[in-house]
């Protein structure tokens, strides 16, 4: 069971979200269709985008809370993914901060899903 992992989110466009996350994460999708796309993020980790009215069973959307953190090495990188986001006209929620975890920057895709770039502390 633990071979290969899909994180899935549930998105209003499916073919504006895969956009989004081709740019995002400099890959295009192994597999896109009207109402789902997937990304191959390493082997045995994937990203899906399902679109939500096609979702089986529906989500209601409460209790659907997401938020993707992509780990880097240092505070620097955490500015230069910064600069790229607002360069690919990405919502920033949170400009480089640092918090308890270390430095954090939290934007969000075009359906709301938080995205964190985190550096831990040191």
């Given at each position: 069971?633990?071979?290969?992992?899909?994180?899935?989110?549930?998105?209003?466009?499916?073919?504006?979200?895969?956009?989004?996350?081709?740019?995002?994460?400099?890959?295009?999708?192994?597999?896109?269709?009207?109402n789902?796309?997937?990304?191959?993020?390493?082997?045995?980790?994937?990203?899906?985008?399902?679109?939500?009215?096609?979702?089986?069973?529906?989500c209601?959307?409460?209790?659907?809370?997401?938020?993707?953190?992509?780990?880097?090495?240092?505070a620097?990188?955490?500015?230069?993914?910064?600069?790229?986001?607002?360069?690919?006209?990405?919502?920033?929620?949170?400009?480089?901060?640092?918090?308890?975890?270390?430095?954090?920057?939290?934007?969000?895709?075009?359906?709301?899903?938080?995205?964190?770039?985190?550096?831990?502390?040191?």
């Amino acid at each position: 069971m633990k071979n290969m992992i899909l994180l899935a989110l549930y998105v209003r466009d499916v073919a504006q979200s895969a956009l989004f996350y081709a740019s995002l994460l400099d890959c295009e999708p192994g597999h896109h269709s009207a109402n789902f796309a997937q990304f191959e993020l390493r082997r045995g980790v994937r990203l899906g985008l399902w679109r939500q009215g096609d979702v089986v069973p529906a989500c209601d959307g409460s209790g659907c809370r997401t938020e993707l953190d992509f780990m880097v090495e240092n505070a620097r990188q955490v500015e230069e993914c910064h600069e790229r986001f607002v360069a690919l006209g990405i919502t920033i929620l949170q400009p480089p901060t640092q918090l308890d975890f270390g430095s954090s920057l939290l934007a969000c895709d075009p359906d709301g899903h938080r995205l964190r770039v985190i550096a831990p502390p040191g």
